[in-house]
Each structure stands twice: as structure tokens, then as C-alpha cells.
């Protein structure tokens, strides 16, 4: 048996590291799961890197303290069976320079699979290192990389197996030194391969472009494609640039080596970027090559460049967009924070309370996963007098119904075409009893409803709708359910369900349930204990007839509560020594009825719903924004805005534009005269206590060293598909740390809008928006 890859100086095999794998779940199965494997043998670290399909972090298994590397394949970027088609190829593979997997585990919303963690980061990490030395790297001292490079792709090939995916980020190696002799490299990321026979060939479209051979742009491709791949990686160590752009030069361009690359090593990195796939070398001779043997090695280790050469180092980094990266960070901190109350309702039950900084009345510091530590301190309420940057605040209005500002509409065909790439056909909506779209957009907006990824599934879009369902039990243990609604215009409807309510936008639970107690249900709340601090979770998803193809998941929180009193009238009123009792809310009329356990059971009713200490909800934030071709587009043709403005001037880069509307901080509109707006719309907490003091961010540190000591009130940039209630909402549960049912939110909201040209987005007017929400803890 092996040592341990981390140098731990344990016996850590593979043998004893690989657990049972749990099968992989099917993919229509529930929405709420267990969390399950890899938390309950592993620790999760930093992270190291993230790619297209997923992240690595850093992972010390339990039992021994040994420290492994973990990828966490992101099941919505991924389908499912092409996830468990690496997993099962690692587990196949036994090679020093191929990635060495010791188990694999299908959490809810990814598949985790543990690798030896290798020190020295990838390749093209050591090539940006090198860049900032602005020098190239001397071909013979990058033969022993060569050489291992090319036997992986030789142990691979002669498994039958194509990688399709060659590039620096995919070998990693053991040290920072990439020209140490004793440098280790092994291939990974083996997400796009596939098992390739003799004689067959393979025509899908997958990997990084600027690696493609001749023949992948064809999409009839063999094994070839991967020493294409290692060709251009290897021209790229030497000369710090790709040799080709695009399908044409791929095609007709000629290799051209710099002075400083041996005739040889030109030799060798050229028969890999053979046109003619019959003509390219296979990785079995290419082991053979005469370069590789490493005998004619020169002294000189560094090629110094000339100062008017650039390179292009930072084009070989693959770039994730900030959408897919906060969505994945969101997620491992809930697979951490579910594991630990998973932990806690196993061994001590679970005991939630108050977040006992927002109840205290001194200063308290968060710190996020990225290594951002904030700073909040409560403070008299005259200090946003006092500071210039909170002044504005007080000048804030209210926003009456009937004078609500019209909100920034979602543009319909930006949010057609964000629908239709989730493949939810947006022609069937408006047809029969189907709603119109608009209709959509408008109960987004108003927080009635969102749009989520469902991060179980592959880009499943979900909408959904918050509910709030009361578990109520009599003296004699029995159940209230509902039973029968007669509307006032003669429909009616039977059914056995939990009593509820949606929940609106700016309530907690607290507040939904109450409101449910006394509007739907007449009950009087002096004779109901609400279990307020135990909450249960479903999450149900069903079919919709207003917007088809589009599933509705209701997210429901179950209360439960106990009925009792002594008074006659009141035990007579709500049948406490009956069966029941009928309750008039609106002009609907609904009986009620008190059921035995039996009787619940026998009707299908779900009595034990999952607790959301130990379940898992794996709904995200859906993609929003245009990437930068995306966005260029609509600025020409549907703003008629000249992009040749933008990085000029002080104007922002359509880069900078583009990851701006990925993050939220700004959206952009088309108004009703065919101009277009830059909307920035920024939601501020101000959150009191009972003494009336205001909760301040006194000081925020970057893990960079970055400081900001600026006195802020609590604050997120709004989407343009959320309501400023779940905004508020966001800020609670992000930047406190705590459930949004631990405070209340005023209704009230103030506004202070200003509209303004901005030079940073030439052709486009500026709209910034604040709205000010005030909360406060419950007690």
C-alpha cells in the first residue's frame, strides 16, 4: 500500500480511502434530499480553482487529517450521465501522471470526486508566473514536463479513451518550480472524455477552441485531437502566445518557432501540429522522440524577452463567469452550514435561537467565505445626521401605493431569450388558460414569485412560490385540515390539505402564520402556542397550467402549533369537542375539520415533513446579464449605441459593462422612447433595536489587504428579477448570518432616485436608485 499523496507520512491507499459510493439519484427525484457523503468523511478547505463544469477545493479526510484536493462537478453545467462517466473512468485509471481518484460521492447538487492534491497549482499558473519575470522558458529545461505529458496521453489512448480537453489548466503539477527536474505533472479533468474504439470517430463539439485541431472544427474527429492540443500547449510555454486564432489560421497559418527554440525541440512540438491527422505523431511515438531524452541540454535556463514584445499569458486562463461562481459559492456554504446542523440534530437536537450579536447592543465581526471580514457596530441613530455618506437618507420619501414608482420592467425579449435557452417555450404562453408573459415578468418583479436554478438538475429552470402551511393539533392530538371552499359565487371545491397561505414578499413566517391564524382561519391566537422555532421544509414541485413548461416549486414552511383553551364559547366555536368548525375570510367560506392520525394517513396527507436542520434545498439564483458578445449586440441593434465609445475616455470597457449586469449591480432597459438606461439599484437595511439604535458596517477587510472604514448602512444591489423585500431578505441571511424569520420588515419603503448622463456608459442615461427598508430583530 502507497504512502499518502499529501506527504502526510500515513498509509492512505486507495484502498482505504474509497467509501461506498451512493448510487446516483435519479434525476427527476425530489427536490428536497438529505445531505449525504462527502461532509460526513471529509473537511472542506479553500478552494483552489474553478473551471467550466465545476470547483476544486482543498479536503482533509476525517479519520486520518490526510489532505486530498476534491472537485465538485456542478450538476446544472453538467448533465448527470456525462459526471458519472469521468467518475468512472478516473476510478479505471492507474498512472503517475494521471490524477489519482480515491472516492466518489453524489451530493445533492454536485458530484464530488477526491483526488491527491498536488502543491504547485497547474501549468498555466507556472506560465503567468514566469510571464511576470518576462521571460520564456528554455525548451530543454521543460523536457521532463514533455515527457510526462505525452505519457499520460500514451497511457490514456492506449485505454481507448480521448481527453478532448488538453490545456495547461488540466495538468497540475507537485511544485511551483515547473523547471525542477523532479517536478511532478498529472493529467485531470476528465469531464469531456470519452472511450474512442479503433476505426471509430467522434463528432461532438466540447473543449476550449483555441486547442482545436483542423479536424475538430470539422466535428470528425479520432485521438488525434488531444496531440493537436499539446502541441499548442507546448508552443505556448515556449513562446508564452497561442500560435493560432480562430477556425482560418488553425487551417492555413504557419508555425514559425523563435530563435531561441532548438531545431529539435521545433522538431518535436511541430509533428504534434500536423494539419493532416494521418500525418500527426501518436503519443506512443512521440515518447520515442529523440528531444524527450533530454541530452543535449544547454545552460541557459531563461529566455529574457525584448521590451517591445508582449505576452499573452493571461489569454491561456480560462475566465468563469461571476454568476456560475457565486452560485457555486452560495452552495458550498450551504452544503457546510447543512452538514453542521445535520450533525447537531443527530447528536444534541437542534436548538435554534436569535442571533445573539443583532440582540446584543456592542460590536460584532462576520467573516464570508472569500475571507472578507465586515464590521457592525450599533449606533445612535443621529449619526446618519452626522456622516455626510448616510445624510442622504433622511431626504429619502415614502412610497405611497398610489404613487409607486413604476418599476423598471424585465426587457421581454432579453427574458424570452433567457427562458427559451432553460427550454421553457415562451409560445405557449398566452394561449388558452396559460397567462402571457408579461404576466411573469410582472409576479417576479413583485417578489410573488422567482426564477430559480434548480442546482440538482442540468439548467432546470424552477419557478417559485414561498408558502406557509400550519400543522395545528387539538388536546386530543388530533389534526386540523382543510376540507371544502365555497366561494361566494357558488364554486366550491373539496380537498384534504394543511391550512396556509402564500407568503408575501415582506413577511416572515412569524408574521404569515399569524396572519393565516386570524384572516383565514377566525382563530383567536390567545388559544394557539406556535412552535415558531421549530420550522419544517418541503419543497414540492408541480406542474403548471398558467405557465406551461415551466415547473412550480412551492417552498413550504410548516408550523406547528397546539390549540387549546378552557373558555366553553371558545371550545364551542372552534369544535374542540367536535369535528370542526367553518371560518369566512374574503366572502370564501372554508370547513374546517379536526382528524385523527389514522384518518391523515389514509387521505395521503404528509405528516412528517423534512426538517430543515438536515435537508438541503439546492434552488439558486438564475443566470442573469449579457456576456460581452451578447451585450454588444443589443447595444446596435437594439440601442443603436456605438460600441466603439466604450474603453474610451473613461468610459467603461464592454467587458467591465457585461460582468456588471452578471453580478446584478446594474440592468439595463429599453424606456418607451427607444433610449436606453443603466439602472443601479442598491437596497439599504436600516435595522434597529429596542433602544432605537441603528446597526451600522463600521469597517470591511479584503483578504487582500484592501480597508474600507467608511461608516455604511447594511446594503446589496438589487436584481432586476427581485423584489427589494428579498433583497432585504438577502442582506439578513448573507451578511448577518441569520434566518430572515428573526426579523421583521416595515412595509414602508423610501426611495431616492436620480437620474444622470454617466460617461462610463456612452449612448445610455443613468438611473441610480436607493431604497431604504427598516427592520428590526424580533424578540
Given at each position: 500500500?502507497?504512502?499518502?499523496?499529501s506527504?502526510?507520512?500515513?498509509?492512505?491507499g486507495?484502498?482505504?480511502l474509497?467509501?461506498?459510493?451512493p448510487?446516483?439519484?435519479?434525476e427527476t427525484?425530489?427536490?428536497e434530499?438529505?445531505?449525504?457523503?462527502l461532509?460526513d468523511?471529509?473537511?472542506?478547505?479553500?478552494?483552489?480553482?474553478?473551471g467550466?463544469?465545476?470547483?476544486?477545493?482543498v479536503c482533509?479526510e476525517i479519520?486520518?487529517g490526510?489532505e486530498f484536493?476534491?472537485?465538485?462537478?456542478?450538476?446544472?453545467?453538467?448533465?448527470?450521465?456525462d459526471?458519472?462517466r469521468?467518475?468512472?473512468?478516473l476510478?479505471?485509471?492507474e498512472?503517475p501522471?494521471i490524477v489519482?481518484?480515491?472516492?466518489v460521492?453524489?451530493d445533492?447538487?454536485f458530484?464530488?470526486?477526491?483526488?491527491n492534491?498536488l502543491d504547485?497549482?497547474d501549468?498555466?499558473?507556472?506560465?503567468?508566473?514566469?510571464s511576470?519575470?518576462?521571460?520564456?522558458?528554455?525548451d530543454y529545461?521543460?523536457v521532463?514536463?514533455?515527457?510526462?505529458?505525452?505519457?499520460?496521453?500514451?497511457y490514456?489512448h492506449?485505454q481507448?479513451?480521448?481527453?478532448?480537453?488538453i490545456?495547461?489548466?488540466?495538468f497540475?503539477?507537485?511544485?511551483?518550480?515547473l523547471?525542477?527536474?523532479h517536478?511532478?505533472?498529472?493529467?485531470?479533468?476528465f469531464?469531456?472524455?470519452?472511450?474512442?474504439?479503433p476505426?471509430?470517430r467522434?463528432?461532438e463539439s466540447?473543449?476550449?477552441?483555441?486547442?482545436?485541431?483542423?479536424?475538430f472544427?470539422?466535428?470528425?474527429?479520432?485521438n488525434k485531437?488531444?496531440?493537436?492540443a499539446l502541441g499548442?500547449?507546448?508552443f505556448?510555454?515556449?513562446?508564452?502566445?497561442y500560435?493560432f486564432?480562430g477556425e482560418?489560421?488553425?487551417?492555413?497559418?504557419?508555425?514559425?518557432?523563435?530563435?531561441h527554440?532548438?531545431?529539435?525541440c521545433?522538431?518535436?512540438?511541430?509533428?504534434?501540429?500536423e494539419r493532416?491527422?494521418?500525418?500527426?505523431?501518436a503519443?506512443?511515438?512521440?515518447v520515442?522522440?529523440?528531444?524527450l531524452?533530454?541530452?543535449q541540454k544547454?545552460?541557459k535556463?531563461?529566455i529574457?524577452?525584448?521590451?517591445s514584445?508582449?505576452l499573452?499569458?493571461?489569454s491561456f486562463v480560462?475566465?468563469v463567469?461571476h454568476?456560475?461562481?457565486r452560485?457555486?459559492l452560495?452552495?458550498l456554504e450551504?452544503m457546510?452550514e447543512?452538514h453542521?446542523?445535520k450533525?447537531?440534530?443527530?447528536d444534541?437536537?437542534?436548538v435554534?435561537?436569535?442571533?445573539?450579536q443583532?440582540?446584543?447592543?456592542?460590536?460584532?465581526?462576520?467573516?464570508d467565505r472569500?475571507?472578507?471580514r465586515?464590521?457592525?457596530?450599533w449606533l445612535?441613530?443621529s449619526?446618519m445626521?452626522?456622516?455626510?455618506?448616510?445624510?442622504?437618507f433622511s431626504?429619502?420619501?415614502?412610497?405611497?401605493?398610489?404613487e409607486?414608482?413604476?418599476?423598471p420592467?424585465l426587457?421581454l425579449?432579453?427574458f424570452?431569450?433567457?427562458l427559451e435557452?432553460?427550454s421553457i417555450?415562451?409560445?405557449?404562453f398566452?394561449?388558452?388558460?396559460a397567462?402571457?408573459?408579461?404576466a411573469?415578468?410582472?409576479?417576479?418583479q413583485?417578489?410573488?414569485?422567482?426564477?430559480m436554478?434548480?442546482a440538482?438538475?442540468h439548467?432546470?429552470?424552477?419557478?417559485?412560490?414561498?408558502?406557509?402551511?400550519?400543522k395545528?393539533?387539538?388536546?386530543?392530538?388530533?389534526?386540523?385540515?382543510?376540507?371544502e371552499?365555497?366561494?361566494?359565487d357558488?364554486r366550491?371545491?373539496?380537498?384534504?390539505?394543511?391550512?396556509?397561505?402564500?407568503?408575501?414578499?415582506?413577511e416572515n413566517v412569524?408574521q404569515?402564520?399569524?396572519?393565516?391564524?386570524e384572516?383565514?382561519?377566525n382563530?383567536?391566537?390567545?388559544?394557539?402556542?406556535?412552535?415558531?422555532?421549530h420550522v419544517g421544509?418541503?419543497?414540492e414541485?408541480?406542474?403548471?397550467?398558467?405557465?406551461?413548461?415551466l415547473y412550480t416549486?412551492?417552498?413550504?414552511?410548516?408550523?406547528?402549533?397546539f390549540?387549546?383553551?378552557k373558555?366553553p364559547a371558545?371550545?364551542?366555536?372552534?369544535g374542540?369537542?367536535t369535528g370542526g368548525?367553518s371560518?369566512?375570510e374574503?366572502?370564501?367560506?372554508?370547513?374546517l375539520?379536526w382528524?385523527?392520525e389514522?384518518?391523515?394517513?389514509a387521505?395521503n396527507?404528509?405528516?412528517?415533513?423534512g426538517s430543515?436542520?438536515?435537508?438541503?434545498?439546492?434552488?439558486?439564483f438564475?443566470?442573469?446579464?449579457?456576456?460581452?458578445?451578447?451585450?454588444?449586440?443589443?447595444?446596435?441593434?437594439?440601442?443603436?449605441?456605438?460600441?466603439?465609445?466604450?474603453?474610451?475616455?473613461?468610459?467603461k470597457?464592454?467587458k467591465?459593462?457585461?460582468e456588471?449586469l452578471i453580478?446584478g449591480?446594474v440592468?439595463i432597459?429599453?424606456?418607451k422612447?427607444?433610449?436606453?438606461?443603466v439602472i443601479?439599484?442598491?437596497?439599504?437595511?436600516?435595522?434597529?433595536?429596542?433602544r432605537?439604535?441603528?446597526?451600522f458596517q463600521?469597517?470591511?477587510?479584503?483578504?487582500d489587504?484592501?480597508?474600507n472604514?467608511?461608516?455604511l448602512?447594511?446594503c446589496?444591489?438589487r436584481r432586476?428579477?427581485?423584489?427589494?423585500?428579498?433583497?432585504?431578505k438577502r442582506i439578513i441571511r448573507?451578511?448577518?448570518?441569520m434566518?430572515?424569520?428573526?426579523v421583521?420588515?416595515?412595509t414602508?419603503?423610501?426611495l431616492?432616485?436620480?437620474?444622470?448622463?454617466?460617461?462610463a456608459y456612452?449612448?445610455?442615461s443613468?438611473?441610480?436608485?436607493?431604497?431604504v427598508i427598516?427592520?428590526?430583530p424580533?424578540?
Amino acid at each position: 500500500m502507497g504512502k499518502c499523496q499529501s506527504a502526510c507520512g500515513n498509509a492512505c491507499g486507495r484502498e482505504n480511502l474509497s467509501v461506498q459510493t451512493p448510487s446516483m439519484h435519479d434525476e427527476t427525484a425530489p427536490k428536497e434530499q438529505a445531505i449525504v457523503a462527502l461532509l460526513d468523511h471529509y473537511r472542506l478547505g479553500p478552494i483552489l480553482g474553478e473551471g467550466a463544469f465545476g470547483v476544486v477545493a482543498v479536503c482533509h479526510e476525517i479519520a486520518t487529517g490526510c489532505e486530498f484536493a476534491v472537485k465538485m462537478v456542478d450538476k446544472v453545467e453538467m448533465p448527470l450521465n456525462d459526471i458519472k462517466r469521468e467518475a468512472e473512468l478516473l476510478q479505471k485509471m492507474e498512472h503517475p501522471n494521471i490524477v489519482k481518484c480515491f472516492g466518489v460521492f453524489d451530493d445533492k447538487c454536485f458530484v464530488c470526486i477526491v483526488m491527491n492534491k498536488l502543491d504547485g497549482g497547474d501549468i498555466v499558473h507556472a506560465l503567468e508566473e514566469r510571464s511576470k519575470l518576462r521571460s520564456f522558458f528554455a525548451d530543454y529545461d521543460l523536457v521532463h514536463v514533455n515527457r510526462q505529458m505525452v505519457s499520460a496521453l500514451e497511457y490514456i489512448h492506449n485505454q481507448h479513451v480521448v481527453h478532448r480537453d488538453i490545456k495547461g489548466d488540466n495538468f497540475l503539477i507537485d511544485r511551483s518550480a515547473l523547471t525542477d527536474p523532479h517536478c511532478q505533472v498529472v493529467l485531470t479533468d476528465f469531464g469531456s472524455a470519452r472511450v474512442l474504439l479503433p476505426g471509430d470517430r467522434l463528432s461532438e463539439s466540447c473543449g476550449t477552441q483555441y486547442f482545436w485541431s483542423p479536424e475538430f472544427y470539422s466535428l470528425s474527429y479520432t485521438n488525434k485531437v488531444d496531440i493537436w492540443a499539446l502541441g499548442v500547449l507546448c508552443f505556448g510555454l515556449l513562446t508564452g502566445k497561442y500560435p493560432f486564432k480562430g477556425e482560418t489560421e488553425v487551417r492555413t497559418k504557419e508555425v514559425v518557432f523563435p530563435s531561441h527554440v532548438s531545431a529539435e525541440c521545433g522538431h518535436f512540438v511541430g509533428s504534434m501540429l500536423e494539419r493532416d491527422e494521418s500525418l500527426r505523431s501518436a503519443a506512443s511515438q512521440l515518447v520515442h522522440h529523440s528531444w524527450l531524452n533530454g541530452t543535449q541540454k544547454r545552460e541557459k535556463t531563461m529566455i529574457h524577452l525584448d521590451s517591445s514584445a508582449a505576452l499573452q499569458s493571461d489569454s491561456f486562463v480560462e475566465r468563469v463567469d461571476h454568476g456560475i461562481k457565486r452560485r457555486r459559492l452560495s452552495l458550498l456554504e450551504r452544503m457546510e452550514e447543512g452538514h453542521v446542523q445535520k450533525v447537531m440534530s443527530r447528536d444534541k437536537g437542534v436548538v435554534r435561537h436569535i442571533s445573539s450579536q443583532l440582540s446584543s447592543h456592542g460590536e460584532f465581526t462576520i467573516q464570508d467565505r472569500g475571507g472578507i471580514r465586515r464590521f457592525y457596530r450599533w449606533l445612535p441613530r443621529s449619526e446618519m445626521r452626522r456622516h455626510q455618506s448616510l445624510r442622504r437618507f433622511s431626504q429619502a420619501g415614502l412610497i405611497p401605493p398610489h404613487e409607486m414608482i413604476e418599476l423598471p420592467k424585465l426587457e421581454l425579449p432579453l427574458f424570452t431569450k433567457f427562458l427559451e435557452e432553460h427550454s421553457i417555450k415562451t409560445a405557449l404562453f398566452g394561449v388558452g388558460e396559460a397567462k402571457p408573459l408579461e404576466a411573469l415578468v410582472s409576479e417576479v418583479q413583485s417578489g410573488a414569485s422567482r426564477l430559480m436554478l434548480d442546482a440538482a438538475e442540468h439548467k432546470k429552470l424552477v419557478r417559485v412560490v414561498d408558502v406557509v402551511l400550519l400543522k395545528l393539533f387539538d388536546e386530543q392530538e388530533r389534526l386540523l385540515v382543510d376540507t371544502e371552499e365555497q366561494n361566494a359565487d357558488g364554486r366550491s371545491r373539496s380537498f384534504w390539505q394543511l391550512p396556509g397561505s402564500k407568503k408575501e414578499t415582506y413577511e416572515n413566517v412569524a408574521q404569515t402564520a399569524r396572519r393565516v391564524l386570524e384572516e383565514t382561519l377566525n382563530l383567536d391566537p390567545s388559544i394557539v402556542d406556535l412552535q415558531l422555532h421549530h420550522v419544517g421544509l418541503q419543497e414540492e414541485e408541480q406542474g403548471s397550467h398558467s405557465f406551461p413548461g415551466l415547473y412550480t416549486v412551492y417552498r413550504k414552511e410548516v408550523v406547528m402549533g397546539f390549540v387549546s383553551s378552557k373558555d366553553p364559547a371558545m371550545r364551542l366555536r372552534f369544535g374542540l369537542d367536535t369535528g370542526g368548525f367553518s371560518a369566512t375570510e374574503r366572502g370564501c367560506t372554508r370547513k374546517l375539520r379536526w382528524i385523527t392520525e389514522q384518518e391523515a394517513e389514509a387521505s395521503n396527507l404528509k405528516l412528517q415533513p423534512g426538517s430543515g436542520s438536515n435537508l438541503m434545498s439546492s434552488l439558486v439564483f438564475a443566470p442573469i446579464g449579457l456576456k460581452e458578445g451578447e451585450l454588444t449586440e443589443y447595444l446596435q441593434s437594439d440601442l443603436r449605441v456605438d460600441v466603439r465609445q466604450y474603453g474610451q475616455n473613461g468610459a467603461k470597457t464592454l467587458k467591465e459593462f457585461s460582468e456588471q449586469l452578471i453580478k446584478g449591480e446594474v440592468h439595463i432597459v429599453k424606456g418607451k422612447n427607444g433610449a436606453g438606461y443603466v439602472i443601479s439599484e442598491v437596497v439599504n437595511l436600516c435595522m434597529s433595536n429596542q433602544r432605537g439604535d441603528v446597526l451600522f458596517q463600521v469597517k470591511q477587510e479584503g483578504p487582500d489587504g484592501y480597508v474600507n472604514d467608511k461608516l455604511l448602512l447594511p446594503c446589496a444591489s438589487r436584481r432586476p428579477d427581485e423584489s427589494t423585500f428579498l433583497v432585504a431578505k438577502r442582506i439578513i441571511r448573507k451578511s448577518f448570518l441569520m434566518n430572515p424569520n428573526d426579523v421583521g420588515l416595515e412595509t414602508e419603503v423610501r426611495l431616492l432616485q436620480e437620474e444622470r448622463s454617466a460617461m462610463a456608459y456612452p449612448g445610455l442615461s443613468f438611473v441610480e436608485r436607493e431604497h431604504v427598508i427598516n427592520a428590526r430583530p424580533t424578540q
